[in-house]
Structure formats: C-alpha cells, structure tokens
C-alpha cells in the first residue's frame, strides 16, 4: 500500500499545483518551527526561510516513502536555507562595514587635507603680509589682476628683468620656507 507521503512527494515532483498547495498548508508551521529552530531569528527572517525552503522544495522534490524520511530531507533544507541566508546576511553586513570604513577614512582624510590646507592658506598670508608694500603690490598685480611684468614694470619705472627678479626670488623663499615649515610636520 502506497503511503500518503508518497503520494504527495510523487504528485509535487510531477508538477501538480494542488500538491503543492497541499504540502504548503500541511507543512507551513513545522517548516517555520524548524527554521526558529536553525537560526534563533525573528519571525521575519524565519518567513523568508520557509518561502526560500519550500521553492527548493519545489524544485528538487523526488518520491519519498515515509513521512520520517520526507520531515529529515525538509528539516535538511530548512536548515541549509537558513544558514544560507545567515552567510549572505554576514556577506552583506561586511561589505556595507568595509564601505563604510573606507567613506570614514576618506572623510577623515579630507578633514585632514582641509585643515592643514587652512594652515598653509593661514601661513602663506601671514609670510606675504611681512614683505615690503612694493613687492605685495607687484605680486597682487601680477597673481591677482593678471597684469603683465612689463606693465607692473612700467607702473613701478622698473625694468621687466627687475620686476621679474624680484617676484622670483619672493616665490623661491616662500616655497623653501614653506618646506621647512610643513615638511617637518
């Protein structure tokens, strides 16, 4: 005589939609227990076990002869769903750890680089306010105007040569100056 599970499991493995729907309603709540049962999840989680459990089920199902034999295989799947769903819930929860350190550190980075970016804005304009008005003059003319040296050259009646010199030698020293200065730090 052939057994009930046996009948069921041949008739979902042929494709009977009614034999799933049989199995879903006969099944549901053992499956939900078994799945509280491997993951010590909320009731959300366990859902999405049952329904990821029972579309395995689905797929692979074969004949089973007993009802002991066919709760094993589910118990089985149950608990491979499961912990299936826990390794990429871990996968997950990684990834977004690893994305969120690394936005950290840029932040921290940028933070970093704009600070000391103020500090050398801050620096640079206290070392030019110590030159003598003509030179901060002809460096404001000639970085912030746009003019050219032989203009600054003919405001000031210097030659272009001389202009140039000078605002040369102001730009060397700031930049030794500064590599002193920030290179130590």
């Known amino acids: 005589m052939c057994d009930a599970t046996e009948k069921l499991t041949a008739a979902m493995a042929a494709g009977d939609e009614e034999a799933v729907e049989v199995f879903y309603r006969q099944y549901f709540d053992w ?10 999840r909320d009731e959300a989680f ?35 769903t499961a912990l299936d769903r826990l390794r990429a819930e871990r996968r997950r929860t990684k ?25 050398q804005q801050q620096w640079l304009r206290e070392q030019i306010a110590q030159f003598d008005p003509q030179l901060l003059r002809m460096i404001e003319l000639r970085y912030q105007q ?24 102001a730009i060397r020293d700031l930049r030794l100056r500064a590599m002193e200065t920030f290179d130590e730090q």
């Open 146 to 169: 746009r003019w050219t040296l032989a203009k600054i050259a003919g405001l000031f009646g210097l030659t272009t040569g001389t202009v140039d010199g000078r605002l040369r030698r």
């Open 95 to 119: 990834r977004e750890t690893v994305v969120l350190a690394a936005r950290s550190a840029d932040e921290a980075v940028a933070e970093e680089a704009e600070s000391f970016d103020v500090a």
């Open 31 to 40: 499956l939900y227990a078994q799945a509280r049962r491997a993951s010590r």
């Open 46 to 80: 366990c859902l999405d076990v049952v329904q990821d459990a029972v579309l395995r089920v689905i797929r692979v199902v074969r004949p089973v002869p007993s009802e002991g034999q066919f709760r094993a295989w589910l118990r089985l799947v149950v608990q491979t």
